[in-house]
């Protein structure tokens, strides 16, 4: 995991130098640059500084830094699926099989 090559690349698209980011979350020049090499792993307040600084959330930075898809919101629903996916968790455990059940065939049907 290279953290700070991410840090490094959203610092630069920023047009950021070392001494403005540093500055930003309350570090030294010498310290960021330090991390941007990996040479020194950031501490948890120093990761929430950068979060904070560079406008993401700290497990965003760790998925950038794996070169992972980064996690988005689920889309919005509109109120009738809230209402189906309400009435689906007020169910039974048993309901909710039937339902699944009935939900597989009519999926197997519209393929057909």
């Known amino acids: ?12 698209e920023r047009g950021w130098s070392q001494d403005d980011l540093a ?6 020049k010498s310290s960021l640059s330090r991390m941007e090499n990996d040479n020194q792993w950031p501490r948890p ?5 950068l979060a ?3 406008e993401i959330k700290v497990y965003q930075l760790f998925a950038l830094a794996d070169s992972e898809p980064l996690p988005t919101a689920p889309p919005s629903w509109v ?21 699944r059940e009935l939900a ?6 519209g393929r057909v």
């Open 79 to 99: 109120q009738e699926e809230q209402d189906i996916v309400q009435a689906y968790r007020a169910m039974e455990p048993d309901a909710r099989k039937q339902y």
């Open 104 to 109: 597989r065939i009519l999926a197997d049907k």
């Open 45 to 49: 307040d120093t990761l929430e500084a």
């Open 52 to 54: 904070v600084a560079l």
């Open 23 to 28: 500055e930003r979350i309350g570090i030294t």
């Open 1 to 12: 995991m290279k953290i700070g090559a991410v840090v490094e690349q959203l610092r630069t």
